[in-house]
């Protein structure tokens, strides 16, 4: 787990933005206090000197408890193995 940043502001269409020391991984999980997860990365702009990340937050979060906190990220390992795929029956 890697230091993201630490939170700037809530936008009006509901990103919580953090301003970033290490950019991050698109898709990436975003967790706070330990392991508790807040969101997903889900846009990763600005300066490459001074780069900026806005998080999707979970269902239910209230983003005004995440004011001036650090947030660390994790990159999102996916299983291999086999697809299901569901068959189509004509």
Do not use: C
Not at 16 to 33: D, H, W
Not at 48 to 53: E, F, K, R
Request: net charge positive; proline share 6%; glycine share 8%.
């Amino acid at each position: 787990m890697q230091l993201l940043g630490t939170t700037l502001h809530l936008s009006k269409s509901g990103l919580l933005t953090v301003r970033a020391k290490n950019p991050p991984t698109i898709g990436s999980m975003a967790f706070i206090r330990g392991r508790d997860p807040i969101g997903t990365i889900i846009d990763v702009f600005g300066p490459i000197s001074a780069p900026y990340a806005s998080i999707k937050l979970r269902y239910g979060l209230d983003a005004s408890q995440y004011q001036n906190a650090e947030v660390w990220w994790e990159e999102r390992r996916f299983r291999k193995g086999r697809r299901h795929y569901a068959k189509r029956h004509f």
